[in-house]
Structure formats: structure tokens, C-alpha cells
């Protein structure tokens, strides 16, 4: 099979496309014919060396294509061995593409468990979009966060696969939503995704935005991929959550403890999600069948270099995915 093989961690050149053996099946386990697979920032670091990653790897945590054993047309869930707490993943978690040979690939190995039938009229790229970002944003929105209808929720970093994902989920849920980015295009382009309005984060004020926004009914969750948790406390109601996944802007936070307890504020750390997590985020998106990842960009697998380099500077708004032709 034709794969994406990262043999030394570095830049976007470090991704090399190789002729591998195709993988053995094993019990519990299905080899799925990719025909797409979706990139995210995880992949990025792991190219760097940031995960405990053993080399040479196949990296790529998402895709979609059809199960050898079945047929079926199927999306892989890359949480590898969640566990059976839904609280938190177990000790063998890991995320496929860290350790195990993952989706930039014609052919992948995984748990039967962590394959959904894909949704029916989308096509291989929408799927391949869908798995890592949508059990995130459905975890962190829900499952951790506890939104419900009739509140509002801030949404850091419009224009990441999570984010615009999380975006509709918590519109589709019933709720408002407002976000932040640093470019004015991608804060329309969020309001056309369901969001009633946004602030740029460049702003040293943009706390003070946000709060003018959101009125008499104030934010009652923030959902922070960047981990610049004072500020997003800062614009929380009394009794208000901070749901945290990342920290792009750095993994430091320095939070005035006074405050915090007074106002009565939570913070909530999450990644990933369960397979129940992922059968709920398909229950939800059932609800609005019209509903779609937002793609920016299809390339070749060939490509992944290319488009390692496209996620690092930032510019795109949704996801990038690798497009698998099928052999003759």
C-alpha cells in the first residue's frame, strides 16, 4: 500500500510517501480501504516530536473509507482504547496515528469498536472531517461542558476544525453562540455557521467585547483551545464553566484565586471523547441532515506536506483533508 511514512520528526518535509506492506488482521481489529483522511493540529505536533511517538510512523488520526471484512462505508473514531469510565480515558488511551500506524494511507488497522457507519449522502472528504474535531468540540460542548438550550457559549479560535465544528453543534443544541479570531473574515464566516457574533482576539480588550456582546444573559461556558484562561474567566457569569483542550497561546496560566472561588467558576479539562461520546455527536448532527464539516481545501495524498504546511500558517478556515484514490 501507498503511505505517508514520517521517519524523523521536523518540518512538513519530513512526511515521505512510501510503499509499506498492508496491515495483518488481528482479532477485535477491521483494515479499512481508505478513501479520505482529515488533518489536524495533533498530527502537526507529532510531526514535531511533541507526542511519544515511536518512529517510522504512519500519522493521521482521522479518515473514512469502506471495511474489507463488511463492505460497509465507514468513519473512524481515533480514540483507541478509551476505557469504560466515560469520566476520563484509561491508561492504554491513545490517539491512532500517535503510536499505531494511522490514516494517511490507502489501508488502516483498527478496533472494530471505533468504526460508525458513515452518514448517508456525505461524501468521503466530509467524513474523513468529521472525527477527531467533532468528538472534541461534542465532548468538550457537552459531555464536560453541560450546555444546554437557551445559553450562551464563547468559542476561542474561529476557524479551527474544532471550533467550527463546536460552532454549529451548540447551534443545532439550541444555543447562542459567540466567538473569537484573529481575522474579521473568519468571525462572518462563524456567524454564517450559527454564531450571532464575534471579536477579534488581537484586541487587548476584546474580554470587554465579548461582554458587551453577550448582554443581560452573559456567557455561561467558555470553550478555550488556547489556554488563555483569565481572560476567558474574566467574561464567564457567576457560576459559569471553562471547558479547556488546549494551549496554543501557551501552557501557563496565571488565575487570580479570589475571584475565581467567589464567582463560583469551574474549569473543565477535556480531549478526545468515548464512543459514546462519538454515537451522541451522530445523534445530534442526525438532527439537522443538511449539516456538513466545513472543508476548506482536498489534496492528493501526495500532498501531505504540503498541507502540514497550509495548517501552519494559520490561513485556512475548517478542515484539510487528503483525498485516497481507489486503485484500479
Known amino acids: 500500500m501507498r503511505a505517508i511514512r514520517l521517519e524523523r520528526f521536523g518540518a512538513p518535509e519530513a512526511l515521505a510517501v512510501r510503499d509499506l506492506p498492508d496491515p495483518e488482521p ?35 488520526a482521522d479518515g473514512a473509507g469502506v471495511r474489507r471484512d463488511t463492505g460497509e462505508a465507514v468513519i473512524i473514531l481515533p480514540s483507541l482504547r478509551w476505557g469504560t469510565d466515560e469520566r476520563a480515558p484509561g491508561p492504554d488511551f491513545e490517539i491512532l496515528g500517535d503510536v499505531t500506524d494511522g490514516t494517511y494511507a490507502e489501508l488502516v488497522a483498527v478496533p472494530q469498536e471505533n468504526l460508525f457507519a458513515k452518514p448517508a449522502g456525505w461524501s468521503w472528504p466530509e467524513a474523513a472531517a468529521l472525527g477527531l474535531a467533532g468528538v472534541t468540540a461534542h465532548r468538550a460542548l457537552f459531555a464536560r461542558g453541560q450546555l444546554t ?4 457559549v464563547l468559542i ?55 461582554r458587551e456582546q453577550a448582554g443581560a444573559p452573559g456567557v455561561d461556558l467558555v470553550i478555550d483551545s488556547a489556554g488563555t484562561w483569565p481572560q476567558s474567566l474574566s467574561v464567564l457569569n457567576p457560576g459559569g464553566r471553562l471547558v479547556s483542550f488546549g494551549a496554543t497561546a501557551g501552557d501557563r496560566a496565571d488565575v487570580a484565586v479570589r475571584p475565581f472561588y467567589f464567582a463560583q467558576h469551574t474549569v473543565i479539562g477535556t480531549t478526545m471523547g468515548s464512543p459514546r461520546d462519538f454515537a451522541a455527536l451522530l445523534e ?21 506536506a504540503a498541507l502540514h504546511a497550509e495548517m501552519e500558517r494559520h490561513r485556512h478556515f475548517g478542515k484539510l483533508v487528503l483525498s485516497i484514490e481507489e486503485r484500479p
Open 26 to 60: 488481528r482479532d477485535g481489529w477491521a483494515i479499512v480501504e481508505l478513501r479520505a483522511a482529515g488533518l489536524n493540529w495533533h498530527d502537526v505536533l507529532v510531526r514535531r516530536g511533541l507526542y511519544p511517538s515511536l518512529l517510522p510512523l504512519t500519522p493521521g
Open 149 to 152: 438550550a437557551g445559553e450562551t
Open 156 to 210: 476561542l479560535g474561529a476557524g479551527s476544525g474544532v471550533s467550527t465544528i463546536a460552532v454549529s453543534l451548540a447551534e443545532i443544541a439550541g444555543a447562542r453562540v459567540l466567538v473569537t479570531s484573529s481575522q474579521p473574515d473568519k468571525v462572518e464566516r462563524a456567524i454564517e455557521l450559527g454564531a450571532t457574533g464575534g471579536v477579534l482576539y488581537t484586541d487587548p480588550g476584546w474580554p470587554e467585547a465579548v
Open 284 to 304: 445530534l448532527i442526525g438532527r439537522r441532515p443538511q449539516w456538513r464539516p466545513v472543508i476548506d481545501t482536498v489534496a492528493p495524498l501526495s500532498q501531505a
